[in-house]
């Protein structure tokens, strides 16, 4: 069977823990982040994990990642 190829768009969006888990960054940061809170401002910088109706399609896109 040949190899997968890795959707890089994906693999640069989501990151696997060690445990398996996806995460992900949270929209809207890029700009239009001045005037809104600092408390707001340091949310935007969490990594939260990827919705579980999401991995499947994620583990397409990634078949190598290591993603449980």
Known sequence: M???KTHKGAQSRFHVTGSGMMLRTKG???HLRRKKPMRVRRQYDDLIPVSPADV???KRLMPYNGAK
Do not use: H, M, N, Y
């Open 56 to 58: 499947p399609r994620l």
């Open 2 to 4: 040949p190899k997968l």
């Open 28 to 30: 809207g940061k890029s």
